[in-house]
C-alpha cells in the first residue's frame, strides 16, 4: 500500500474548482516537506507545490501560481491543494509526496527526486 492517499480528484469546468487532499495511510508525515507534483500523458512529471513541515511559506510552479493554494494540518497530518480557476492545462494525475528527509527546510524542493515517499495519484480532468 502506499504511505499516502490523495483524494479529491475528478471532472471540473474550465474556471471551476478542486480541492485535494492527502492522508497517510500508515506512518506520519508531520515532520517532512510535502509536495504535490501531476503528470499529464505524453509530459514529464510538473512540480506544482511544496510546503515545510512547519507549514510555512510553500512554494508553487509557475504554471499554479496565484490560483492554486497549498496548507497542512499537522495535528491531523494532512495536506490540501485548493485549486481555483482551473483550465484544460491542468488535466493531469496529481501525486502527493512527502520529502525524503525529516525536518528539512532547505530549497531542494521543486524536483521529484527530493521525495521519497509517494501516493498512487489522482485524476484531474478539466473540460473545455
Known amino acids: 500500500q502506499a504511505p499516502l492517499v490523495e483524494a479529491g480528484g475528478g471532472l471540473v469546468q474550465t474556471g471551476g474548482s478542486l480541492r485535494l487532499s492527502c492522508a497517510p495511510s500508515?506512518?506520519?508525515?508531520?515532520?517532512?516537506?510535502m509536495g504535490w507534483f501531476r503528470q499529464a500523458p505524453g509530459k514529464e512529471r510538473e512540480f506544482v507545490a511544496a510546503i515545510a513541515y512547519t507549514g510555512l511559506s510553500p512554494l508553487y510552479g509557475d504554471a499554479v501560481k496565484g490560483r492554486f493554494t497549498l496548507s497542512r494540518d499537522r495535528t491531523k497530518d494532512t495536506v490540501e491543494l485548493q485549486m481555483n480557476n482551473l483550465n484544460p492545462d491542468d488535466t493531469a494525475v496529481y501525486y502527493c509526496?512527502?520529502?525524503?528527509?525529516?525536518?528539512?527546510?532547505?530549497?531542494?524542493?521543486?524536483?521529484?527526486?527530493?521525495?521519497?515517499?509517494w501516493g498512487q495519484g489522482t485524476q484531474v480532468t478539466v473540460a473545455s
Open positions: 509526496a512527502a520529502h525524503s528527509r525529516q525536518y528539512y527546510l532547505g530549497d531542494y524542493l521543486y524536483s521529484d527526486h527530493d521525495y521519497n515517499y
Open positions: 500508515g506512518r506520519r508525515f508531520s515532520t517532512y516537506a
